[in-house]
């Protein structure tokens, strides 16, 4: 008689294998509760904009593979439809429709969504769960964080729950409902994969990384934590395709709730500043400034009688912390300043010359318009470095007074050399080199001379006004 003990291995087994896949299934979150239960306060918004009579007949659509993924979306919904012609054979006035999400925030009818879904719409119109649509009033809206409130006319309408974003953790589990293309309250659903994220032009915002599926006609819609909690509101993603890839943004729900109250009292949100320009340390502008680590926000350019001018702050120092809370990347400080009111402290720990010290300063109210300055550098009394290859002059009376410099030298030629490799321009403006300052191209010569070799050395440079340190290494 044949063994059965063969079989039995291979039922067991089996069975084993049934257990396993039942308590994967078992582990999986379950989202449809979640869904019913929050979808009734999602809406869609769709806007249209008049556009100026010119044919379009024949035009060419512009190319917008080069556009940064924050602004595909927005120039792709802007772009003319078919525009119909008039009876005499001229061309009617075009309308621009854009089409995104939002979320109703109170029972009388305020709406959040993004700032760019209903950038410049001459109409308005939220449509919500039960099909009904209404017209919005725009109540206000902030562009630094892509924040907009709606309001619309009703009583007891379905409203969210909100939660708190900053007990939100890294690989917990997120939902969005949304109309990506038009299709009304879809849900995708992914996990949260970075949090505090900064992304090129957005200063005020930590978003929320995570990988759910957003697609355009999501921005603006909410994003659930798993107690049905909108902790975000989806903003933006990374695309080179113009789909989703895998990347997504969301606006922390206290940055835009925050945003929200302000609208809605004021008209408009007021936001700390300390008026400096800063960059990333990075791991040669650390060794230049003898930290130990690279950390912090480099100050490389004081705004004249700015917060930070009058608090003592200078150029060249390394903020490792305001309030107490650390500064890890450059990005975290306008965060937390913009968080602060006009008029609030706020204590920076600052490396000075290799020296840790507090400076108190007195935060002052972010203008409405950044202050930028312009350089048309024209100079004599002309110097040369062979260690750099580059050639400089001193700046004129007239330079200084519009730069709002004491001293500096404007690059006049750059030859073949260390210059040239790190991007020096004719025309830059040298302040700084090797954490001294520069008063005069007869300084630059000397202190270029003493340079020591095969070690970060900083240089900070304004170009167009604008102010960096970057690093080098002379390995002669």
Known sequence: MPSLKPYLSFFAALLMLGQVVT???????????????????????STTQKLPDRSVAGSQMPDLDGLPPAFREFFERSLPRNAPKSPRGGDRQREAQSLGSGFIISDDGYVLTNNHVIADADEIIVRLADRSELKAKLVGTDPRTDVAVLKIDGKNLPTVKLGDSDKLKVGEWVLAIGSPFGFDHSVT??????????????????????????????????????AGEVVGINS???????????????????????VANQLKKDGKVSRGWLGVVIQEVNKDLAES??????????????????????????????????????????????????????GAKANLEVIRDGKRQTLSITVGALPDEDQDVA????????????????????????QKKTLELQGGVVIKDVQDGPAALIGLQPGDVITHLNNQAI?????????????????????????QGRASFITFKLAE
Do not use: C, W
């Open 236 to 258: 933006q993603i990374f695309t080179r395709s113009g789909g989703f890839m895998g990347l997504s943004f969301a606006i922390p729900i206290d940055v835009a709730m925050d």
């Open 189 to 226: 659903k992914g996990i949260v994969s970075a949090k505090g994220r900064s992304l090129p032009n957005d200063s005020y915002v930590p978003f929320i990384q995570t990988d759910v599926a957003i697609n355009p006609g999501n921005s603006g819609g909410p994003l659930f934590n798993m």
């Open 289 to 342: 400034f003898g930290l130990d680590k690279p950390a912090g926000a480099l100050v490389a350019q004081v705004l004249d009688n700015g917060p930070a001018a009058k608090g003592g702050l200078k150029v060249g120092d390394v903020i490792l912390s305001m309030n107490g809370q650390p500064i890890v990347m450059s990005a975290d400080l306008p965060h937390l300043v913009g968080g602060l009111k006009d």
């Open 439 to 463: 008063g005069s191209a007869k300084e630059f010569a000397q202190i270029a001379k003493g340079l020591p070799k095969n070690r970060s050395v900083s240089m900070r440079v304004l170009r």
């Open 375 to 398: 350089a048309s550098p024209k100079a004599a009394d002309e110097s040369s470095s062979d260690r750099l290859g580059v050639s400089v002059a001193d700046l004129t009376a007239e």
């Open 23 to 45: 308590a994967q299934a078992e582990a999986l979150p379950d989202f449809t509760g979640l869904v019913e239960q929050a979808s009734p306060a999602v809406v869609n918004i």
